[in-house]
């Protein structure tokens, strides 16, 4: 018969640590059932070493992909198997918790390990878990080729969109058609300035006949690329501006009296002409 105030403990008290320890038991069978649950359905490696390097435990659902069970490194040496690769493993057995990338068994892996120290503060082993992550990365990249095609047309249609061509030696005519917007202004006036200053280009003709609509920062856009033709020593020449653009241009007040406008491309390229006719030819060499 137990007493009730014993030199062993009331009844009570035995009865509260009996389901203090039923209770920590049930909490470990539920952690144990959520891990497994989690190490069989995602597509992870958990491992463990010890101080040495030596697998202690190695298991998951992540371990197909690389071809192995359940298991099979128990007992063999991290450092052995995977060389450099293991470089991670010897920086958490230092002390250092390490997350990484690295690519084995025709997988990426991305890892987490967490040393284990004991209570003196050396460490006595390193948890690991590794995610395939491989097909994710093969999405992205995927994703990315599709981005650097999509890219690349787009910069195809611009160029066609805004279209250099030389009419004839020292003039450039710059066509611009349908919806002209700042990004687009920017583009045409970087692309045709650099074509001016390689081809020593004397004009510069604008056919504005396809725009429909301007703004004020694309007009604002056109008058700088006039003046900035101008710096490098030839004539921009704005054509084929359209009657409602051209009430827009009045309505916001800009200035184009320094600014040669012509009624069509036409007119723009018999002006070119005019004035390269007029030019003085050049002085012949004495024989």
């Not at 105030?5 to 009570?12: E, H, K």
């Not at 990249?141 to 250099?164: F, N, W």
């Not at 604002?220 to 101008?230: E, G, N, P, S, T």
């Not at 009430?247 to 002409?273: F, P, Y």
Request: net charge negative.
């Amino acid at each position: 018969m137990i007493e009730a105030n014993g030199s062993l403990g009331s009844l009570d008290d035995f009865v509260a640590r009996g389901d203090g320890v039923h209770d920590e038991l049930a909490r470990l069978r539920d952690r144990d059932r959520i891990l497994g649950a989690l190490i069989n359905a995602l597509p992870i490696a958990v491992w463990a070493v010890d101080a040495d390097g030596t697998y202690t435990y190695h298991d998951g659902r992540g371990l197909e992909a690389a071809g192995h069970v359940p298991g099979q490194h128990v007992g063999k040496n991290i450092f052995e198997l995977y060389g450099d690769l293991a470089g991670g493993v010897e920086r958490a057995l230092a002390g250092e918790a390490v997350h990484g990338m690295a690519e084995t068994h025709g997988c990426l892996w991305e890892s987490w390990m967490v040393p284990l120290s004991e209570s003196a503060g050396h460490v006595r082993s390193v948890i690991g878990f590794s995610l395939d992550v491989t097909e994710g990365k093969r999405a992205q990249q995927a994703l990315q080729m599709k981005l650097d095609v999509i890219e690349a047309q787009q910069r195809v249609i611009r160029e066609l969109a805004a279209p250099i061509i030389e009419v004839w030696e020292g003039v450039l005519a710059l066509p611009m058609i349908g919806v002209v917007d700042s990004a687009r202004t920017a583009e045409a006036m970087e692309s045709l300035l650099e074509a001016i200053s390689s081809r020593s280009a004397r004009f510069a003709v604008l056919d504005l006949t396809g725009v429909q609509v301007v703004d004020t920062k694309v007009a604002d856009h056109l008058i700088k690329l006039v003046r900035a033709i101008q710096l490098l020593g030839a004539e921009g020449i704005i054509c084929g501006i359209r009657p409602n653009v051209a009430q827009t241009m009045v309505a916001l007040g800009l200035d184009l009296s320094a600014i040669v406008t012509k009624a069509n491309l036409r007119a723009g390229l018999m002006h070119c002409m005019q004035r390269l006719s007029a030019r003085p030819a050049a002085p012949r060499k004495s024989p």
